[in-house]
């Protein structure tokens, strides 16, 4: 086993730490309260390849392996939890999505757009009335000639609102899915109910609906009604990334509480000197270096072309769960002042949350894993 990273790998690490530290995290308050998030930054954003993360350099992106994409994805979340989530939406699920399933043609003509940052992506598979049980989706799409025509309400779409291109899972027939390419300009797609969140203030979350929406066939992404099965490789890939963006959150929550506890005086000594805040230090920074280690493992494990699955899960479950303790655990070393907005700790407590949540909750991490062990015994 090889523990070490490569030098490439370090290199787009430091230069995303950089211009996370320099261009994110002065301003994450001030997004936060705004309340929206800050499309200005687009361009910034695309200008040093977080926009195409994953695209081949041949269609315009960055062409980055899941290792070096996991370590960018928790610099990110260490600079800002609603922009790196953006940015997960716009990488690992709407692009990732596209890499998963799309022809040649289809690449060629969507990806370039996405990852200059002309447009944002999205990825639209949550329903209303289904979210684990995702292929219970209701929005349809019903063959007209050469056309389909989609009409359904999607719920919770991260970016919905401000993403000029989405793909959508819709239901060809009970319980078989099929995504579609949809651009934002299309007269029968638009925004609904833009959502209060805990958290994840400057993150847009929507619904969206489809009233005879019509696309082409051409816009179809893979086979009829074989869309769950490239939801679920989508997945696994975008579970990585929360994980990574998660640990990144804890990780920024552990380093401020650290540097507190050694500026904050009680009882004539720092708090860093106390035997049970070292112990939550402690206990947060180990966890939050397992919860990386099983994260790399199940990047490393795709890159190398192997079952990654179980893996993934793994990862997700355990580096949420450990990201939101961690948090908590920040929070508490700073007493008081970190239930205040003057540090960043009670925003990571609020938007650390929905890592175990989206992309999977932690029970459907616990059952994916499970099924894979039962079947494997
Ligand atoms: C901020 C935010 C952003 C999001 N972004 C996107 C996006 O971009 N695109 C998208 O498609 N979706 C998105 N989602 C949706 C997200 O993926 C779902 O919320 C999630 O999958 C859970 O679905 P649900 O909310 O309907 O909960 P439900 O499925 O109703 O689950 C409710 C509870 O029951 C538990 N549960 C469900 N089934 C089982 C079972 N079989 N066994 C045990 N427990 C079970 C769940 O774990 C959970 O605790 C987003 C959600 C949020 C809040």
């Known amino acids: 086993m090889d523990f070490r990273y490569r030098d490439d790998q370090l290199a787009v690490r430091d230069a995303v ?20 998030f800050p499309l200005p930054l687009l361009p910034e954003l695309a200008s040093v390849g977080l926009t195409g993360l994953t695209v081949p350099t041949d269609l315009e992106g960055a062409g980055l392996d899941a290792l070096t994409t996991a370590l960018v994805a928790e610099e990110l979340g260490a600079g ?3 922009i790196a989530l953006t940015l997960a939406a716009h990488n690992s699920l709407c692009i990732g999505h596209l890499l998963t399933a799309a022809s040649a043609e289809q690449k060629a003509r969507w990806l370039p757009p996405l990852a200059r940052g002309d447009r944002l992506g999205a990825w639209a598979l ?10 219970a989706a209701k929005t349809t799409a019903r063959r007209d000639g050469d056309a389909w025509v989609l009409n359904g309400t999607k719920q919770f779409i991260t970016n919905g609102a401000i993403a000029g291109f989405t793909v959508v899972i819709a239901a060809t027939a009970d319980r078989r899915l099929t995504a579609f390419g949809v651009g934002a300009d299309n007269p029968g797609f638009r925004a609904g109910k833009r959502e209060q969140k805990m958290g994840l203030h400057a993150s847009d979350t929507s619904q969206l609906i489809l009233s005879d929406c019509r696309v082409t066939d051409a816009d179809r992404i893979g086979e009829i009604g074989a869309g769950f099965g490239d939801v679920r490789k989508v997945l696994d890939r975008g579970r990585i990334g929360i994980g990574a963006l998660a640990i990144g959150l804890g990780r920024a929550a552990v380093e401020t509480a650290t540097a507190y506890a050694k500026e904050r005086k009680q009882f004539g000594k720092a708090l860093a000197e106390f035997e049970m805040i070292q112990w939550k230090l402690a206990q947060s920074r180990t966890e939050l270096d397992a919860g990386r280690l099983l994260i790399h493992r199940a990047a490393s ?3 190398r072309g192997l079952p990654f699955t179980r893996a993934a899960s793994e990862g997700k479950l355990y580096a949420t769960e450990a990201a939101s303790r961690a948090a908590n655990a920040s929070l508490q070393v700073l007493g008081g002042y970190g239930y ?3 540090y960043p700790v009670e925003r990571i407590v609020r938007d650390v949350r929905l890592m175990e949540i989206g992309e999977g909750t932690s029970e459907i991490q ?12």
């Open 17 to 36: 730490r950089a211009f996370v530290r320099e261009r994110i995290v002065p301003r994450a308050a001030e997004w936060s309260e705004r309340g929206e």
């Open 80 to 82: 800002d939890g609603s």
């Open 126 to 135: 949550t329903e209303p009335g289904s979210g684990s049980d995702a292929v």
């Open 301 to 303: 494990l795709a890159d």
């Open 340 to 342: 205040l907005r003057d």
């Open 366 to 377: 616990r059952i994916v894993i499970a099924r894979d062990l039962v079947a494997a015994t």
